[in-house]
């Protein structure tokens, strides 16, 4: 059409930014970008949007912002704001999704609020922890009528049972007046973030009653429930694995594999489990390793756990986290050197690990904490109210587990290292600011250490407040009671 003088409306041209939105080509977006402005066709509306749109669909999200700064168009407002809202989600960006919102909130009020990007939202919610937000949000989807979509249905119930509202999720669940297979999978990922495995495997019975026919999300669920229930399920386990071809028609993934694998370990079936492996029709790729090599965690078996670390690094070379697991097991047999040259290996190679870090939330905002950080404005009252509570549930029967800290230092500072875990700093910002009867919720980005699973039992019990953290393996509910205490509390 260029190269033979055609009319190049703003239909057109909202058409080719749509396709290149679509086909992702950084350097294809470029190029038409540059031929919008050349030919004057910016300033519309609907362009402008296209352009926004484009930009972060190729990655080009600074672009996408620098348009959005100079946005002038109210018609089309919201489906900007929208595709801003929905990067941030897609890169995971939550915090800046959140503060996005706001932003938004603020500046339009609700009616720019619809269901895509309501259900959106909440995911951020579901994804931070942030009940709060995800419960006014309830309030105001009642009110202008975005109930009725079973799209944010089952977003509510995702959202609530991702904060561990498991009452809240259940109740909408049971108040929906249709539902779908994702209600259904919804639920018992809300279950499965809980470690209630018998409960899961109830709702199974329930949709085999019903007859609701199972995806493969549901039986990765269901099988990954066998790892959490009461007695030891692998008979359950190996049953529904074995159904999913001969009964439903499905043939089992890495990810299917990888999880019967984890319920084997989990059960001590280690034999079992490196024979599943070894027989499985695809190649075992990291995810399957490395489900044997958490499982370990469970039931203890340095063996296995030393195979399962030499095909993670045969398969994962450059995954910072495989170092980090080697490096880990060295420090654990005292082989400090070794420990030191792995990480220096990983170094060199320019890798970093994923920092550990956890958030809660405070006034509508997200508090995030690194070890031993100091940054947060409130930092002084922070460790010196943690520093109190540790004395207090030493005396009570506490120990610092410094196994726990991996590095050839010395004792006094392992504990050090250990005292100001980023989970300990964001709990004590929150049994600050909770009021009476108000649960402190903290949220990791990965798996929380055994010294701070038994320092905030202890913590709990201390100050009668009920915490409950998430972590990359599910929730931990510490409900106020170790028997050293006999009721007493402190106040903070």
Not at 323 to 331: A, D, I, K, M, P
């Amino acid at each position: 059409m260029v190269e033979d003088g055609l009319e190049i409306s703003d239909v057109t041209v909202t058409g080719v930014l749509n396709v290149c939105a679509i086909a992702a080509d950084r350097k294809a977006s470029e190029q038409v970008h540059a031929f919008v402005i050349k030919c004057g066709c910016m300033s519309s509306p609907w362009i402008d949007a296209a352009l926004i749109d484009m930009c972060i669909k190729c990655g080009r999200s600074g672009d996408a912002h620098l348009l959005f700064e100079q946005w002038q168009h109210e018609e089309s407002f919201h489906i900007a704001w929208n595709s801003l809202l929905l990067a941030s989600v897609r890169d995971g960006e939550y915090e800046k999704t959140f503060s996005t919102f706001l932003q938004m909130f603020r500046s339009s009020g609700v009616e720019f609020i619809d269901e895509f990007m309501l259900t959106a939202v909440l995911g951020v919610c579901g994804s931070l922890g942030f009940a709060e937000l995800g419960k006014q949000l309830h309030s105001f989807a009642a009110k202008s009528g975005l109930l009725c979509a079973r799209g944010v249905g089952n977003a509510f119930i995702s959202m609530y049972g991702k904060c561990g509202e498991l009452k809240d999720a259940a109740n909408f669940f049971e108040r929906m007046t249709c539902r779908d297979l994702v209600s259904w999978n919804a639920m018992v990922t809300a279950h499965l973030l809980l470690h209630q495995g018998d409960e899961m495997l109830k709702i199974w019975s329930e949709m085999e009653r019903l007859m609701i026919m199972p995806d493969s999300i549901t039986f990765l669920l269901v099988i990954s429930a066998c790892s959490h229930t009461s007695s030891d399920s692998t008979e359950k386990c190996r049953e529904l694995f074995l159904s999913m071809p001969s009964t439903y028609g499905i043939e089992p993934a890495m990810e299917h594999y990888a999880a019967f694998v984890y319920v084997l370990g989990c059960w001590g079936h280690f034999d079992e489990a490196e024979q599943l492996i070894g027989g499985m029709p695809l190649k075992p790729d990291a995810l399957v390793w490395r489900s044997l090599l958490d499982s370990c965690s469970k039931q203890s078996n340095m063996a296995v756990r030393r195979r399962a670390i030499k095909h993670l690094l045969a398969l994962e070379p450059q995954d910072p986290s495989t170092y980090v697991l080697t490096s880990n097991l060295l420090s654990e047999s005292a082989r400090w050197h070794s420990s030191e040259n792995t990480r220096l290996q990983m170094r060199e190679k320019g890798m970093r690990k994923i920092p550990a870090r956890s958030w809660t939330f405070h006034g509508n905002m997200v508090h995030s904490f690194f070890a031993r950080d100091r940054a947060h404005p409130q930092s002084r009252d922070i460790y010196a109210g943690l520093d109190v509570l540790i004395l207090e549930c030493i005396k009570d029967g506490y120990e610092p587990d410094t196994t726990f800290v991996l590095h050839d230092v010395e004792e006094y500072q392992k504990r050090h290292f250990l005292m100001y875990h980023s989970v300990k700093l964001a709990s004590m910002y929150g049994l600050l600011m909770a009021g009476p009867g108000q649960i402190v919720r903290v949220v990791k980005n990965i798996r929380m250490c055994g010294d701070c699973h038994s320092f905030l039992e202890h913590a709990s019990a201390a100050t009668g407040k009920v915490i409950s953290v998430r972590d990359s393996s599910g929730f931990h509910i510490f409900r106020g009671w170790v028997p050293h205490f006999q009721g007493r509390e402190v106040f903070l």
